[in-house]
């Protein structure tokens, strides 16, 4: 029961910061409606016993990414006005079809299958706490996670590369 | 039924011992301050000046806040809650003492233990900067708009050095529960010195200086430095509203003193002796006094250093502590797998 309130309580509030987000004329106030909307996700998180994936929603999403966001909105100025003309024709109703569709999808899958809790792994003590997530994570699937790894490792090594390449020194240069 | 009640007297038993923490912090701090500038410091009202903190707190609670006309006035409202909110979730998980049995049943003194305690410290304490950085914004004037987006860098800069500087901790003590990491620096080296998790010297350097930055203090307190912007992000802000920043800031400064003393200097571990009852608050009293000292610190630190300059700050963060946590978390790697599985050429 106090699961349900909780959940009806977080869906409403991602619900209307999602439509805050769309629908703010002024920038800051969509980043707060997004960050409302992650911060609902990992309440959600927590209801499914994934204490670990909601800690790390938090740290990533709403710790890092959206003050990241709300930064770089203030750096380029907050005050200056939107220009809110579309410049793709059929925007409104396109995405409203893929909206509609979406939303099929979800029900769809919704009646296939339906979690609350986490009962269904089994123990509900485990599910979702760091020892069985690393377990997963360093034994079944170790391989692509080391190639996650190397891939994250290489973009931050091509950005820093990028970030330091000098246009002036390599002008004169021949050859690629 | 009696779950949910013992959880609301924990709760309102956190809420009022911090409460009045921030007013012996802040009334220490002023005196403190003040003995090592040679001034009295306030000693008028109350003995020795204690009630000063009461009587200023009594004070803004009937001051008038103002809005400033240019105001956002739904997250200029919002901003000081969303001081707080984080501030006082944070304490929810540090253990202040060891569990104690009455009558049969065992009380944990921590209002819940989390299996990712220390995640969970981290993320609360990231949302931190959004009270900063949308009071700053919010307030619609250029000093709070400067602060602000001061805060926003500092703030996303350190936090990455204060989580690598936990990282050895989990790796050695082999968890992420508060709780357990305390009861993991239980014992002694070879029954000498205590085990405590101190040991990891760069770990504790580096959480303690990335703590400071954490907490805007001195001298890292470029987010509401005086002389340059006023006051920073809470300029406009007068009344509760200030207060709530205020409350907040030394809830935090109380909080990383507590943080430090549950990773790093063994929590509430001491010599425990006597009758029952004292042996039973023994160790609330060595996790006061540890805690404590490490305020002491950050008053002492206040007193002493001055401000850094933003680029020195930002040269700091980057190019020193975030490699040196790195370099640090690598030799910790290797000294785990030699001590599990031998030197490779054995």
């Given at each position: 029961?106090?699961?349900?309130?909780?959940?009806?309580?977080?869906?409403?509030?991602?619900?209307?910061?999602?439509?805050?987000?769309?629908?703010?004329?002024?920038?800051?106030?969509?980043?707060?409606?997004?960050?409302?909307?992650?911060?609902?996700?990992?309440?959600?998180?927590?209801?499914?016993?994934?204490?670990?994936?909601?800690?790390?929603?938090?740290?990533?999403?709403?710790?890092?990414?959206?003050?990241?966001?709300?930064?770089?909105?203030?750096?380029?100025?907050?005050?200056?006005?939107?220009?809110?003309?579309?410049?793709?024709?059929?925007?409104?109703p396109?995405?409203?079809?893929?909206?509609?569709?979406?939303?099929?999808?979800?029900?769809?899958?919704?009646s296939?299958?339906?979690?609350?809790?986490?009962?269904?792994f089994?123990?509900?003590?485990?599910?979702?706490?760091?020892?069985?997530?690393?377990?997963?994570?360093?034994?079944?699937?170790?391989l692509?996670?080391?190639?996650?790894?190397?891939?994250?490792?290489?973009?931050?090594?091509?950005?820093?590369?990028?970030?330091?390449?000098?246009?002036?020194?390599?002008?004169?240069?021949?050859?690629? | 039924?009696?779950?949910?009640?013992?959880?609301?007297?924990?709760?309102?038993?956190?809420?009022?011992?911090?409460?009045?923490?921030?007013?012996?912090?802040?009334?220490?701090?002023?005196?403190?301050?003040?003995?090592?500038?040679?001034?009295?410091?306030?000693?008028r009202?109350?003995?020795?000046?204690i009630?000063?903190?009461?009587?200023?707190?009594?004070?803004?609670?009937?001051?008038?806040?103002?809005?400033?006309?240019?105001?956002?006035?739904?997250l200029?409202?919002?901003?000081?809650?969303?001081?707080?909110?984080?501030?006082?979730?944070?304490?929810?998980?540090?253990?202040?003492?060891?569990?104690?049995?009455?009558?049969?049943v065992?009380?944990?003194?921590?209002?819940?233990d989390?299996?990712?305690?220390?995640?969970?410290?981290?993320?609360?304490?990231?949302?931190?900067?959004?009270?900063?950085?949308?009071?700053?914004?919010s307030?619609?004037s250029?000093?709070?708009?400067?602060?602000s987006v001061?805060?926003?860098?500092?703030?996303?800069?350190?936090?990455?050095?204060?989580?690598?500087?936990?990282?050895?901790?989990?790796?050695?003590?082999?968890?992420?529960?508060?709780?357990e990491i305390?009861?993991?620096?239980?014992?002694?080296?070879?029954?000498?010195?205590?085990?405590?998790?101190?040991?990891?010297?760069?770990?504790?350097v580096?959480?303690?200086?990335?703590?400071?930055?954490?907490?805007?203090?001195?001298?890292?307190?470029?987010?509401?430095?005086?002389?340059?912007?006023?006051g920073?992000?809470?300029?406009?802000?007068?009344?509760?509203?200030?207060?709530?920043?205020?409350?907040?800031?030394?809830?935090?400064?109380f909080?990383?003193?507590?943080l430090?003393?549950?990773?790093?200097?063994?929590?509430?571990?001491?010599?425990?002796f006597?009758?029952?009852?004292?042996?039973?608050?023994?160790?609330?009293?060595?996790?006061?006094?540890?805690?404590?000292?490490?305020?002491?610190?950050?008053?002492?630190v206040?007193?002493?250093?001055?401000?850094?300059?933003?680029?020195?700050?930002?040269?700091?963060?980057?190019?020193?502590?975030?490699?040196?946590?790195?370099?640090?978390?690598?030799?910790?790697?290797?000294?785990?797998?030699?001590?599990?599985?031998?030197?490779?050429?054995?």
């Amino acid at each position: 029961m106090a699961e349900l309130v909780v959940f009806a309580v977080f869906a409403a509030v991602a619900l209307a910061g999602a439509f805050v987000m769309l629908s703010a004329r002024n920038p800051v106030y969509s980043a707060i409606g997004l960050l409302a909307s992650m911060f609902s996700i990992a309440v959600f998180y927590v209801l499914l016993d994934a204490h670990f994936i909601a800690a790390i929603q938090v740290i990533i999403y709403a710790g890092a990414v959206m003050t990241l966001f709300l930064f770089v909105i203030m750096m380029i100025g907050v005050d200056r006005r939107e220009d809110t003309t579309e410049p793709i024709p059929f925007q409104r109703p396109i995405g409203i079809v893929l909206a509609l569709a979406l939303g099929v999808l979800v029900v769809a899958a919704g009646s296939k299958a339906w979690f609350t809790g986490s009962g269904r792994f089994g123990s509900v003590d485990l599910v979702g706490t760091i020892g069985v997530v690393a377990d997963e994570l360093f034994g079944t699937w170790v391989l692509p996670f080391l190639g996650t790894t190397l891939l994250l490792t290489i973009a931050a090594l091509a950005t820093v590369a990028l970030g330091r390449y000098d246009v002036a020194a390599t002008e004169g240069e021949e050859g690629p | 039924m009696t779950g949910v009640l013992l959880a609301a007297v924990k709760v309102a038993v956190a809420f009022g011992f911090l409460m009045g923490t921030v007013i012996v912090l802040v009334w220490a701090e002023r005196r403190i301050v003040a003995f090592m500038q040679n001034r009295h410091g306030p000693n008028r009202a109350g003995p020795a000046g204690i009630l000063q903190t009461a009587a200023d707190g009594l004070k803004l609670f009937f001051k008038e806040s103002m809005t400033p006309r240019k105001a956002e006035f739904a997250l200029y409202i919002a901003a000081p809650v969303l001081a707080v909110v984080p501030a006082l979730l944070v304490f929810a998980v540090i253990p202040v003492g060891a569990p104690i049995t009455i009558g049969g049943v065992t009380y944990t003194l921590q209002v819940t233990d989390l299996d990712v305690g220390v995640l969970y410290v981290l993320a609360v304490s990231s949302l931190g900067v959004y009270a900063v950085t949308l009071a700053g914004w919010s307030s619609g004037s250029k000093y709070p708009l400067l602060g602000s987006v001061r805060a926003a860098a500092q703030m996303i800069s350190y936090e990455a050095a204060l989580g690598l500087a936990l990282v050895p901790v989990i790796m050695f003590t082999g968890t992420t529960s508060l709780a357990e990491i305390v009861e993991a620096q239980g014992g002694t080296f070879g029954g000498g010195l205590p085990a405590w998790n101190l040991v990891l010297v760069p770990s504790f350097v580096i959480f303690l200086i990335a703590g400071f930055a954490e907490t805007n203090r001195a001298p890292f307190d470029l987010v509401e430095a005086e002389q340059e912007i006023v006051g920073g992000y809470h300029t406009e802000y007068s009344g509760m509203r200030f207060a709530f920043f205020f409350l907040a800031e030394y809830i935090n400064v109380f909080n990383m003193a507590a943080l430090t003393t549950v990773f790093f200097l063994g929590g509430w571990h001491g010599p425990r002796f006597g009758p029952p009852a004292v042996e039973m608050a023994l160790p609330v009293v060595w996790f006061l006094a540890k805690t404590w000292a490490i305020v002491f610190l950050f008053i002492w630190v206040r007193a002493t250093l001055p401000r850094v300059r933003y680029d020195q700050l930002m040269a700091f963060g980057w190019k020193r502590l975030i490699p040196v946590s790195l370099v640090w978390i690598f030799l910790s790697m290797v000294a785990i797998g030699v001590r599990r599985f031998g030197l490779p050429w054995a």
